[in-house]
């Protein structure tokens, strides 16, 4: 049963790799339409809706954990693929702007309900000795798609219109619906475990606060959750300073695609060697540590600038802690908190993130006039702050009930 669903895993995986690829496309020919326009249309395609979104996905959890996840999977991905579709014939017309810029906002929306109800879906096909392997196998996909879509994207953004696009877009999400549905009937999925009657169903809201209150309830997991979404939010800014920080050495563009490429290569690295054995044995004790050490590469890279190959060392180091750490924090979620309230916890992270990451670039401005690198050590002192936070709260985390 145990190997059945492993194969059907990798039919739903290879769906969301392709929605993964289908949504970078999308993100770059819109923004590449929308910069032959305005740069304001531009920003307002990256920051719109972002903070009622906050407000969205602790909902969005909640109804993930009162759904069964297929459903959830299935709805999200056919409302995406017709939403597409719809906006599709706009994309070439006076309304281009507004039809982007509304569908960027709808497509992340579902996104803050497809997202959860996939990380809460692992617990239901593997036990916990297969859970790093499952959330390797998840993050591989999700990182190897983010790293295909710009080589794909930036060549068919050139031949093809938006409207083109869209439909690629659209195919995608129709691909991973039907994966999800294969998947989730040929491993027999049962949502309710036999002679447990399911829970009682409740208004959206005071589930909601339920599910806050569960985080409340555990201190040592309430640190570490609320620490991981500011490391995203470094994440966010760093390729941002990169290539301030290289204009003000007079380097090439060159070497800023370099520093990226490594960056990603050394996360889908990260992502896989994940499943060593030594690391799934002991995945806590490690992650209690990873932060720290992903610190320790912002502090190489800052310590060294401008020398390029510092920061390559620096950016490795980074890559590679953060693809181990995000396959082992779902993997903590997973198995220390209760089933009923997984959805809630992976959309409270999410929703913190869609927070801190759009507000994060702000962090820019103090260092316009001043020399870039030390925002290497800014960006240093919030990891190793971080990283402080995690070694305190992982070593008293609760054990799920």
């Known amino acids: 049963m145990i190997r059945s669903n492993r194969t059907y895993f990798y039919l739903l995986l ?42 969205v996905s602790l909902f969005a959890g909640t109804i993930v954990d009162r759904t069964p996840k297929l459903k959830v999977l299935i709805i999200s991905d056919v409302t995406c693929m017709f939403l597409t579709l719809i906006a599709s014939p706009f994309a070439a017309t006076q309304y281009t702007s ?23 879906s692992i617990p239901l096909m593997s036990d916990e000795k297969q859970r790093i392997s499952f959330n390797s196998h998840l993050y591989f996909a999700i990182g190897s798609g983010r790293f295909v ?15 083109y696009i869209l ?8 691909a991973s619906a039907i994966a999800a549905f294969i998947a989730f009937r040929g491993m027999n999925i049962r949502e309710t475990p036999p002679g447990k ?10 589930s909601s606060i339920e599910g806050l209150s569960y985080l409340r309830s555990d201190r040592p997991l309430l640190l570490f959750v609320l620490a991981f979404p500011f490391i995203e939010a470094v994440e966010a800014v760093f390729p941002l300073g990169v290539p301030l920080a290289l204009r003000q050495y007079h380097l090439s563009s060159h070497i800023y695609g370099v520093i990226m ?17 030594a690391l799934a044995v002991s995945y806590r004790k490690y992650l209690s540590v990873n932060f720290l050490i992903q610190s320790l590469g912002m502090l190489v890279i800052a310590s060294g600038w401008p020398r390029v190959y510092m920061a390559v060392i620096g ?9 181990i750490a995000q396959v082992h924090f779902a993997s903590l979620i997973q198995t220390k908190v209760k089933r009923e309230f997984l959805g809630r916890m992976f959309a409270t992270v999410n929703s913190l993130a869609t927070v801190l990451v759009p507000l994060a670039p702000l962090m820019l401005i103090p260092f316009r006039q001043a020399q870039m690198g ?28």
């Open 167 to 174: 439909i690629i877009d659209s195919i995608s999400f129709a």
């Open 98 to 120: 507004m039809a982007l810029i509304g569908l960027n906002a709808m497509l992340t929306v579902f996104s803050l309900t497809y997202y959860p109800a996939l990380n809460a």
């Open 374 to 401: 030390d925002l290497f050590y800014a960006l240093f002192g919030i990891m190793f702050g971080c990283g402080l936070l995690v070694f305190i709260g992982i070593r008293n985390i609760t054990v799920r009930g």
């Open 149 to 163: 879509a710009p080589l794909l994207g930036g060549w068919i953004v050139a031949y093809l219109r938006t409207p």
């Open 315 to 323: 950016v490795c180091v980074l890559g590679f802690t953060s693809g």
């Open 197 to 206: 009657k399911a829970p009682q169903k409740k208004s959206v809201l005071i």
């Open 14 to 55: 290879t769906g969301l790799w392709l929605t993964t690829i289908g949504n970078g496309i999308f993100s770059i020919g819109a923004i590449w339409s929308l910069s032959g326009r305005s740069p304001t249309d531009v920003v307002l395609f990256g920051i719109i809706g972002a903070l009622p979104m906050a407000v």
């Open 261 to 277: 490429s490594c960056l990603a290569f050394s996360l889908i690295l990260g992502t896989i060697l994940s499943r060593v054995k």
